[in-house]
């Protein structure tokens, strides 16, 4: 028998393998697929998130406040379990703000980022007294005009275009000209106009980059970071509440990619905090990760609908695809496109495997699941299951193209 072809870094105690079908939080996927009620859907498992965020928890400093990203997973019901675990969520839009709210989640320990947020966004954050982490220039005025319209104080962050980059990340969101954050040369003008605006000044934001898998290069980004908002305070009208030097931790999804040491980066984050203490002792430091927290509990489940050979390539039609994980099908074939960790989660361990390529329905020749990989023989009705779906996913992918149906989600 052939070992599961699991994701290497996947724990086989976290999917067992009951009757050769995968479990997931208990249950084997085929009754997820009947208590579901439908395929496809995405299933998320609670005891992972858990010791994910316990993973953090032990290699980070007590002091360290650690902080969800919600647009990674914003379902609610993801959101609400891992509110009581963590220290913070960061939002993107009024949509995940409230659902940030409902979680129970205080509205001081919610900050609402990005980029063009609409001035309606803004006065909904200032109302519910989120902390609103300002962008440019503009956004700050408005946000003023706002206060004083809705007679309330807005609370706010600055958000620091740094002048380095995070190294060997997956996506820069740093350095050069960028739309986020105000670039870190003039954030000393910025913060002496704040002074004369009625806003309370919480913090400052600085995020470099997402899924990198180099502790090396997030040690010095965190550690460059700490530094430029410890120069940047003296500017600030006041002590910072908060400095969130962002997130970035990786996740391997492809052969090759190596499973991120958390050692050495919360070794350096012990140094960073006692560094911040000794400097500001009423500040804290805040990493506010998405992709590690949610990415390797999810899954995406689909059925095979038909199986078809096509000049020697064997084909499982599946009722899920691009339409619903864009990532796992390669980002509309931007990227070199490389297979995610893929199981037929119906028969797990086979004698022999046969190169198969899973698709969806979609008439593109980019809707692909898993290019000619090396699987189980899998025949109409199997399930496919693919890995490290847990982190955007659903809300990622463009769910109208085609109009087919949407998946389903549940948390186990
Ligand atoms: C998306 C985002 C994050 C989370 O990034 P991950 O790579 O998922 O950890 C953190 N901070 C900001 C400002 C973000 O926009």
Known sequence: MNHPPLPVHVEVEDFPVKDNCLVIGGRTVADLAVGVGQTPFYVYDSKLIAKRINALRESFPDKLKLHYAVKANPMPAVVNFIAPKVDGLDVASASEMHVALGSGMPANDISFAGPGKRPQELEQAVAMGVTVTIESVTEMRRLADIGRNIKREPQVAIRVNPDFELRSSGMKMSGGPKPFGIDAEIVPDVLRELATLPMHFNGFHIFCGSQNLNAES??????????????????APRSPNFINIGGGLGIPYFKGDNLLSLEPIGDNLKKLTKLASNALPDTSLVVELGRYIIGEA???????????????????????????????????????????????GTKVFSDDLEPQSVVGPLCTPLDILADKMPLPRAEIDDLIVVFQSGAYGLTASPLNFLSHPYPAELLV
């Open 218 to 235: 997030i040690i010095d980004a965190q550690s460059k970071t700490v530094d430029l908002a410890l120069r940047l305070t003296e500017y």
């Open 298 to 344: 999810g899954l995406y489940v689909c059925r095979v609908i038909d199986r078809k050979e096509s000049r020697g390539v064997t084909y499982l039609i599946t009722d899920g695809g691009l339409h619903h994980h864009l990532a796992a099908s390669g980002n509309f074939g931007q990227i070199i496109r490389k297979n995610y960790p893929v199981v037929v």
